[in-house]
């Protein structure tokens, strides 16, 4: 029982790449570029080849340490601010209110822009904080009503978390960044926010390459004449969710966008996200206990 799409995509400037609207009216590319575990030294790079590959959209985060390197990439390209999506997210070590207004400063100064189209918080982190991520949420409300932030978001957040910033404040998450892929197809977060016009980004799409190798996959693979990787990346787009494989290797990078010149049919889309494992599929932290902090 996969939730509906109910969200109507239509064209970029960049060529093939499917807009979806965010609740607040503004458009986010559906396919994008991440850069989690690209060390900062190749980050401009990276994203520069991305860019010229045709990539608009591009995701990193305060704890990546790689901004710097993500702005100067998009100035490399010479593609037009105006062109490029690109998302950060806060530190879990700043959720408190000012400390959150510094470490924006911080990701504007180093992405030498005077925007950014999306911010999210980047773990809801119950545990800490006296469990407070309202009062974060709301100092991210500032940084939208400001402009600073085009639109606000939250990742790894649960059900519960989202009901309660639904209870307390006044503005829905555009998205909510989860990990998701066909292991761990996360349905009961993404059907709440498909209820709620919350758009689902997904992380992890591949399952760190776990999925790449099951015989389900690779059979799909064959019949469509694409790559493992290029299936798994197509599941995600044609369930309605946002995407943004990660690879340093200007081959990859090149290969991951290539996904729109092919559909897969319902029976697919059913045989991929019947390898749901539950819980037992998760990859990453669970949202509800994880509490690193970086040094």
Known sequence: ??????????????????????????????????????????TASAVRTALEAGYRHIDTAEMYQNEKGVGQGVRDAGVDRGEVFITSKLNNGFHKPDDARRAFDTTIEALGFDYVDLFLIHWPLPTLYDGDFVSTW?????????????SIGVSNFQVHHLERLARDTETVPAVNQIEVHPYFTNDAVRAYGIEHTILTEAWSPIAQGDVLDDPVVGQIAQ???????????????????????????????????????????????????????????????DPDTFDWIPK
């Open 223 to 285: 019949k469509v004449a694409k790559t493992p990787a290029q299936v798994v990346l197509r599941w995600h787009i044609e369930r309605g969710d946002i995407v943004f494989p990660k690879s340093s290797t200007p081959q990859r990078i090149r290969e991951n966008i290539d996904i729109f010149d092919f559909e897969l049919s319902d029976d697919q889309i059913d045989e991929l996200t019947g390898l749901d494992r539950g819980e037992a599929g998760r990859r990453g932290p």
């Open 1 to 42: 029982n996969k939730p509906t799409e109910r969200h109507t995509a239509v064209m970029t400037s960049a060529p093939e790449i499917p807009d979806l609207v965010l609740n607040d009216g503004n458009r986010i590319p559906q396919f994008g570029f991440g850069v989690f575990q690209i060390p900062p030294a190749d």
């Open 138 to 150: 709301q100092t991210l409300e500032e940084f939208k009503s400001d402009g600073r932030a085009r």
